[in-house]
C-alpha cells in the first residue's frame, strides 16, 4: 500500500527539516542531501535518526539516476 498523499506533503527529514523522496516499490523515503534513506515497515514511515540508513557514494548516484529516471518528485518543495 502506498502511503497517503496528505501525510507525503508534510514528511521532512528530522535532521535537516527537507524534503524527502518516496521509492514505493523499495518502501522507503530518501533525503540525497544527507545521503539516508528511512525504511517504511507496515506502511508506517520510521524517521528516526538512530533507525536511518546512510548510503555510501555508488547508492547515492544510483538513487539520484533513479529520480531523474523515474520522475520522482520531493515531498515538498
Not at 544527507?34 to 547508492?59: F, H, N, Q, W
Amino acid at each position: 500500500m502506498a502511503l497517503d498523499a496528505q501525510l507525503l506533503g508534510i514528511l521532512a527529514c528530522p535532521e535537516d527539516k527537507g524534503s524527502l523522496y518516496y521509492f514505493p516499490i523499495d518502501e522507503f523515503l530518501y533525503n540525497p542531501r544527507l545521503g539516508r534513506k528511512y525504511l517504511i515497515r507496515d506502511d508506517i514511515p520510521i524517521m528516526l535518526l538512530e533507525e536511518a540508513l546512510t548510503v555510501d557514494d555508488s547508492e547515492r548516484l544510483r538513487l539520484q539516476e533513479r529520480i531523474t529516471a523515474e520522475g520522482i518528485l520531493p515531498t515538498f518543495r
